[in-house]
């Protein structure tokens, strides 16, 4: 599995302005099923090195969004993703660094030419979030609609809200499989696998080592893990001063690096990208840390970093 440069994701933005669309025949893209990392850090907070939690499945050019953290629209844009081109989008929980510009990301999308249904995955109370989310642009919604002629936006998405595990999606492109994963005190978190022709992907979404997870990526091609950094945690906590329990969540709730090469080599997965990085200013973890997945586990070892696709 190779990294493509930073240079590679500029020609791909390029050729959307050119071509107004971005396609395999079009951008140069080779049919098949590619993983674009938009935001690879954790946690609400802004930070210079890593936008919030989301990613990008490429099906044959057709993209699948999970999770949409704050910058997402951008992210996508800089991928040389149309947001018009949008079908899927799954959320894995609702933790504000997942979901804080998913009513942006549709709104946008529509915004940029969207007028087929887009499709919404997710936990409760995801039909909540998105009636307000279309409250909150109601204004905007109908003025752009009687001003602009555009198709109602509140017709156009379909969501798909489910409470346990199993599969929640298939087609003769992806099938998506959730399996629920322990990040207390959210009880509706997920994991996604998702099998297409060419590749098994599996997004562990916020967790701890979890069985379910594992079983889920079992012989996976790519398995995309959360990590925290646990000697990270105090300059945290020296960032955020309002929040006494953040310690206490942080330990419970995520994984930290010396668990994944245990968990990679438990399920059996080729190939073991760390994601959802906390502290997010982390840009390369240090020699120990990776040591200590490789001891575990054989296969390739990626440190996440915003816009790599493989």
């Given amino acids: 599995m190779n990294r493509k440069p930073f240079s590679r994701v500029l020609l791909a933005a390029c050729t959307v302005l050119l071509c107004g669309s971005i396609n395999p025949a079009c951008a140069g893209e080779t049919l098949g099923t590619e993983v674009v ?12 090195v890593r936008c919030s939690p989301s990613s990008a499945l490429l099906i044959d050019g057709m993209p699948i969004v999970i999770d949409c953290g704050n910058g997402v629209s951008r992210q996508l844009v800089l991928a040389g993703i149309p947001l018009a081109s949008l079908k899927y989008i799954f959320i894995t929980h609702h933790h504000s660094d997942h979901i804080s510009e998913l009513g942006a990301l549709l709104l946008l999308s529509w915004a940029s030419g969207l007028n087929e249904p887009i499709h919404v995955f997710g936990p409760p109370p995801l039909e909540a979030s998105i009636a307000a989310a279309f409250e909150q642009y109601r204004f905007d919604i109908e003025t752009r609609v009687s001003d602009e002629g555009r198709p109602d936006l509140r017709l156009l998405v379909e969501v798909h809200e ?13 099938k998506a499989t959730a399996a629920k994963n322990n990040h207390p005190p959210v009880e509706q978190s997920y994991a996604y696998r998702f099998d297409t022709p060419h590749r098994s992907v599996v997004f562990s979404g916020d967790t701890t080592y979890d069985k379910n997870v594992i079983a889920l990526a079992k012989g996976a091609d790519v398995l995309i893990h959360e990590v925290l950094y646990t000697p990270g945690i105090e300059s945290i906590l020296q960032k955020v001063s309002n929040a006494a329990g953040l310690r206490k969540h942080l330990l419970a709730s995520h994984t930290p690096v010396e668990d994944l090469g245990r968990i990679a080599r438990e399920a059996g997965v080729k190939s073991l990208v760390l994601n959802h990085i906390v502290p997010t200013e982390i840009e390369e973890f240090d020699a120990a840390s990776i040591e200590s997945i490789q001891k575990e586990f054989s296969g390739e070892v990626i440190v996440g970093r915003d816009l790599d696709r493989f």
Avoid at 37 to 48: E, I, Y
């Fill in 37 to 48: 990392l938009l935001g690879t850090g954790g946690g609400p907070r802004p930070n210079p």
């Fill in 162 to 174: 489910f409470n346990t595990g199993g599969v929640v999606h298939e087609s003769e492109q992806f």
